[in-house]
């Protein structure tokens, strides 16, 4: 659960790959590399949505890399429709720290990651979106994101994980309804 | 003479102008109007549709499986219930789960999307939950 009032729940993980579903049933793949965007999106009653893969550079490769060490690679979006876009992505290892996560000292890797689009006429690089945020090993999970866009900033925490036996409706609605009365 | 023809031909001009003005502005106003839904209308949205809906006091958000018998199956936090359900013949849907007694409410199309209402003692509506989207069949059999 995050602090932006978000709920999803881990449906399955497998072969480097966690598929996750919101309250809205929409399910997301996403990657074991936090700086992947998400590998699939399908809404479900529409059935749309897209899957991202990689097109050229190694996001992998941030962590063999020293941080602070800048990593470039391209996303290849595809629409379940039939459109296809390629996004860019800079993305770098900003060190480590100890922070205390849900009750816990835990160890968070620091990434910074911008997309942009590259201008045909000048080769400038057009910011899109920049995210800051911190990946738990321990838990597989981002645990805070600072988002920023051309229009908007916006951020969200983690805020509670709930065990499978523990999750019961009365237990969910309870934690969700005051997560979002407080946005 | 040529100046009192000009005069005239403006003042029809600038009335054809106004006259197509009030004319789109009407066209916009109908389109954008709230409206309650028909009986029919209701029937065609839900009748054996799974339906996504978006409760507007508590954020939550809901689909439900609406069987032409008359059941209703719904999930909301990976959650089911069974209830019932029908349609009155002034248009107004029924739900009811559990021993609960059924509700009764209008729904109204507003700008495109749909909603259900809550009208309070004197008579001020309120829209309690918005329709996103509706699909066809039990949606919630294949998952």
Redesign the interface.
């Known amino acids: 659960m995050y602090s932006d ?1 978000r ?1 999803e ?1 881990l449906m399955s993980h497998r072969d480097g790959e966690l598929l996750w ?1 919101d ?3 929409r399910q997301f793949v996403r990657s074991e590399n936090p700086i992947m965007p998400v590998l699939r999106r399908t809404d ?3 059935g749309k949505g897209h899957s991202q893969s990689v097109g050229e550079g190694n996001p992998d490769s941030i962590r063999q890399l020293p941080s602070g060490t800048r990593v470039g690679f391209t996303v290849v979006r595809a629409r379940y429709s039939g459109e296809r876009s390629i996004r860019n992505w800079d993305c770098k290892h900003l060190g480590k720290r100890q922070e205390k996560v849900l009750g816990v000292m835990r160890e968070l890797d620091s990434f910074a990651c911008e997309r942009f689009v590259i201008q045909r006429k000048t080769w400038q690089k057009n910011f899109r979106e920049s995210r800051q945020f911190s990946y738990s090993r321990d838990l597989g999970l981002v645990v805070e994101m600072q988002r920023k866009t051309r229009k908007k900033s916006s951020g969200w925490k983690l805020v509670s994980i709930v065990p499978p036996d523990k ?1 019961s ?1 009365k237990r ?2 309870k934690k ?2 005051k997560l ?1 009365a407080a946005r | 003479m040529i100046s009192r023809v000009t005069r005239i031909m403006r003042i029809v001009i600038l009335a054809a102008i106004a006259a197509l003005v009030l004319v789109g502005c009407q066209t916009t106003a109908s389109r954008d109007e709230q409206r309650v839904l028909t009986v029919d209308e209701v029937r065609r949205l839900f009748v054996g549709n ?1 339906v ?1 809906s978006h409760n507007l006091n ?4 809901s ?1 439900t499986y609406y069987h032409p018998n008359g059941q209703a199956i719904q ?5 089911r219930r069974l209830g019932t359900w029908s349609i009155q013949d002034d248009g107004k849907i029924c739900l009811a789960f559990g021993k609960r007694k059924a509700k009764c409410r209008h729904l109204v199309i507003d700008s495109g999307k749909y909603f259900k209402i809550l009208p309070d003692d004197k008579g001020k509506i309120t829209k309690i939950v918005r329709y996103r ?3 066809e069949g039990n ?1 919630l059999a294949k ?1």
């Open positions: 009032g709920v729940k579903e309250d809205r049933k479900f009653l529409s999750a409706y969910l609605s969700v309804r979002r | 799974t996504e508590t954020s939550f958000t689909f999930e909301r936090l990976w959650v989207y509706f699909a949606a998952r």
